[in-house]
């Protein structure tokens, strides 16, 4: 039995990377001209998704996940509210105010 050979093999190696250019262009083919409520919310997102990533990291550092209390029904049914909660405090005008550079 022979094994197959692909005989185009750099079709197999851009086509995943083409398709992820085109999927990361296309929000900004949607990227309207002037200010609208949809602008709004997508930047209130975007600070979400940007800045819980510092809070994941220092919930490791600080150990937050080997609490006794997060692995109780309570604790697991807190947590994911308590989650939302810091997602929506980080939409607010303050996050974005305190998390722009200075200058």
């Known amino acids: 039995m022979r094994a197959a050979v692909c005989r185009r093999p750099g079709l197999y190696v851009s086509a995943p990377v083409d398709c992820s ?3 990361t262009a296309c929000p900004f083919a949607r990227v309207p ?18 800045l819980h990533g510092f809070v994941l990291q220092s919930s490791r550092f ?24 810091l997602i929506t405090l980080m939409h ?3 996050a974005h105010v305190r998390s722009r550079p200075e200058g």
Do not use: K, M, V
């Not at 001209?33 to 940007?50: I, N, S, V």
């Not at 807190?78 to 989650?83: E, H, K, Q, T």
């Open 21 to 23: 250019l085109l999927l």
């Open 33 to 50: 001209g002037r200010t609208l409520w949809c602008t709004t919310l997508g930047a209130g997102t975007l600070y979400g998704y940007l």
């Open 62 to 85: 600080d150990y937050w996940y080997d609490q006794a209390w997060t692995h109780t029904p309570g604790g697991e049914g807190i947590l994911p509210f308590a989650a939302g909660g």
């Open 92 to 94: 607010t005008r303050i």
